[in-house]
């Protein structure tokens, strides 16, 4: 399974951009896809997730109303639409999947997952 990012670049605060996340070598059916970032000098936190079924999703309190994680399944892809970008969103952003299902609480932990892909990086000037 590869998951290949993309769709970061530079923006000014206030702005917008849009990740996707296309899963090859395997058709999702069940399990999540997480989006996590990685900030200089910084741990790898929980940005968002959304299940390849139903309709469930989970934000970070810091990007709620702002984020909004969405799903093609016909594409095997997610992304990630993020508004009213803020400097402290500047980070490494990685996509992450599991194909077995996860309870909603395990979702925003990094090792809930199986996969991941190598990151593509936002950045926010002010």
């Known amino acids: 399974v590869q998951l290949q990012a993309c769709g970061g670049g530079l923006v000014q605060a206030g702005g917008s951009l849009r990740l996707s996340c296309a899963a090859s070598?395997?058709?999702?059916?069940?399990?999540?896809m997480g989006w996590f970032r990685q900030a200089p000098g910084k741990e790898r936190e929980f940005v968002a997730a959304?299940?390849?079924?139903?309709?469930?999703?989970s934000y970070a309190d810091s990007v709620k109303g702002r984020f909004t994680i969405s799903r093609d399944n016909a594409k095997n892809t997610v992304y990630l639409q993020m508004n009213s970008l803020k400097p402290e969103d500047t980070a490494v952003y990685y996509c992450?999947?599991?194909?077995?299902?996860?309870?909603?609480?395990?979702?925003?932990?990094?090792?809930?997952?199986?996969?991941w892909g190598q990151g593509t990086l936002v950045t926010v000037s002010s």
């Open positions: 959304i299940r390849w079924s139903g309709v469930s999703t």
């Open positions: 992450e999947a599991v194909s077995r299902r996860i309870i909603l609480s395990a979702v925003a932990s990094t090792v809930s997952y199986d996969y």
């Open positions: 070598g395997r058709t999702f059916s069940s399990g999540a």
